[in-house]
């Protein structure tokens, strides 16, 4: 059992389409082909830049991984951290998504969405486990 | 007309029928696996005649025994089977060695040695057959017809083998229908020429006739099996062919293709763009361009994963790349981690950008392979054609200085061609050709910077520079050709030549000097360093406690393992380590603490800051404390004014070298400094 954990920035805007919609699209090709890959994980989208968790056995990881690096709608690819894990932390996820968005009731997942970017680099455990709260949040 | 007639009027014409169609469908086969024998060697030939035998006498047998049914004596019939066996034998093995006798090279042999024995061998099937042929009557034969049948079939097999063996041009299947008609011609005329010969009277009193429906049944199944035979042997023809047509392509396949990633080759490469540019030159295509990538940082990942590994990371990266090509594009991988894009359609230099910035962005991705996270990158080239040259040799070698270009702008970037960019390269070049020269002249000198003990002020040796007295540019730095000595592969005999020169100069000198010989990483990793050390000192008479070899932490880094064995070596001879321009890199002491290091060099840039730069003066002296701690002396480079000495003294430095003390002299001057000082010490 391994968990990645990656960043990039979304390249979508020269295909026309909405950066949101496309995300969508993303997450449910993801879910999909994650499961046949007995993968799980999260994406986030905070401002333009993805955040993903991907965990399961290293080999699909990197299949998946292979797949991620072969699309052009993002760049700038930048591998945080790829460790052995004790277990799964999204185990009910396929590919979990939180976007930050202009609603004015999801200001809290925004900010924690920001702090998110903002540590990921230098302190990726933490920023995990934030991930995870916000994950695990009541959504309406 | 005997024979005519003896068709006509004492046979069941429709099994004479069947027969027909047997015999023309085996023998159209046979033909086909015959020419097949014909082209097969070794050990697989007389597997191929063996199946020609199978299925041609299987084929002429049956059409024997199947007319024979419809033959209609008037009289009781039965056979031996036994005879009857005897005669399918006889008709398979003897064609078999037919078949492969007419595949020898020896004219004679192949068409006439070849074809009687088919001849021959189907005459001897139909007599045995004939002999099993029991009737009940009064039998006769007539001796002239039975020779007759003879000649006919051994005549007509001659026959049929030299078509089937002659050079005359024209399609091979119209060789095949002559074939096939001569040889049902032979089997045709033989049958009934010796039916013919074969006359029986029915015995008085007895006047069943044969069983026409058991024997219409009988022919029925014989045909039945008989062409199955004929179909597998067929069947195994056309199976040959179809793997040989594949098997065909698949060398083709090979001879243009990379095994690794299965992208075009150099040499399918090379034809592309050929064509390409003969398709410009007659108009048929518009603008194109070449790409020229390299790969960055793909050695070191070969060298410390292995090349299993590195494989898979050409592979991959040939995967990624095709995710940015247009349909019209060929990627071809020319060798080692060199590719090649040709896009056949270029509109416009935007469109070249874009698709080029996508190449740099795709192969700045990183790889996971096997557990282990790999930085590439890759440079690219361009030069797009009519602008930057049409033909093949002014576009690649306008996309390689390109790709040059990207290379010196730092990697990971790509560069469109410009002329401007040639004579770059040509000055470089030019320096190239005079370095080479310079190595074999030895256009070298070495110059000396004396170092000082930072509490006493008198000498303690000297660090040897290497200058270069180009014959027109005058003296030049090692800053300025050290880069390009490395890259070209000199610098191991300019280092040892300086070393060389070095123990030489410093045996002169007072015995308390040392001399200081920096060394470049590429020589801390030549396996014969040790022995170049120990030679130069013995030529010089030199103790080894007077050699200082400086390294940089670059060295270390990344071979650790070799270069803490080399240094152990040359610690043992009993020469020093020092460890120059230290500060400008990563490493931690504790780190560098695992190596066996005498000394450590600050770096200028530090001490260019002090004392008013707080942070450069807490650093010089945590870097003092700790290497002093852990035995090691600090030397502080770069004095260039008094308070700079006085602060490095005092900051735990032991030892200073600048040019508040001396610039990098001649050997001859500093050879006057260091005895002079000798002369004054015990006056002082
Ligand atoms: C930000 C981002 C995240 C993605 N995450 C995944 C993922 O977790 N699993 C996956 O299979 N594909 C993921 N994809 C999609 C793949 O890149 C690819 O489009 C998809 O798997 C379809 O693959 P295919 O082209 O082989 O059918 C992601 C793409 C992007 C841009």
Redesign the interface.
Known sequence: M?R?I?TSVADIERDGASLHEETRKIVAISATKNKERELTGVLLLVNGTFIQVLEGK?EN??DA??TI??D?RH?????IE?EPAKGRLFANWDMAFVGSTNEPTQLHVNRDLQHIAVTIDARPAQALRQILQLVHLPHD | MKVISCVLTQHNMWLVLLAAIMCIVGMLASVQLWQRSLVAIGRSRVDWCFLTGVTAGSAIWATHFIAMLGYEPHAPVTFDPQLTIISIIIAILGTTIGFWLSGSRNRFIAHVAGGATIGLSIAAMHFVGMFAYRVDGFVMWDDLYIAAAIAMSVTLSVATTAIIKSEQSGPRYRRAAQATATFVAGIVALHFTAMAAFSVSPLRGVSIAADSEAFGAMAMAIAVVALLIVFTGMSSHLIDGRARIASQNELLHIATHDELTGLANRRQFKEILREQCEEFEFGHTGPFTLMMIDLDRFKPVNDTLGHSLGDLVLHKVARRLQKVLDPNDHLARLGGDEFAIICAETRDTSQVRLKAGQIVEMLSRPLIIQGHLIELGGSVGIASAPKDGASFDDLTQNADIALYAAKAAGRSTFQLYQPSMSEEILVRRSLEADLRRAVNREEFEVYYQPQTDAKTGAFTGAEALVRWNHPERGLLSPVIFIPLAEELGFIGSIGSWVLKKACMDAATWPAHLTVAVNLSPIQLLDRRLVRIVKNALAEANLPAHRLELEITETSLIGNDVQALAVLNELRELGVSISLDDFGTGYSSLSYLHRFPINRIKIDRSFISRVPNDPDSVSIIRAIAQLGTSLGMKITAEGIETDEQRVFSAGGGCDHLQGYLISRPIPYKQVACLFAEAVLQKPAA
């Open positions: 391994h990645l990656y290293r990881i990197e991984f292979e690096c072969c052009l760049k700038q690819i930048k591998v790829l």
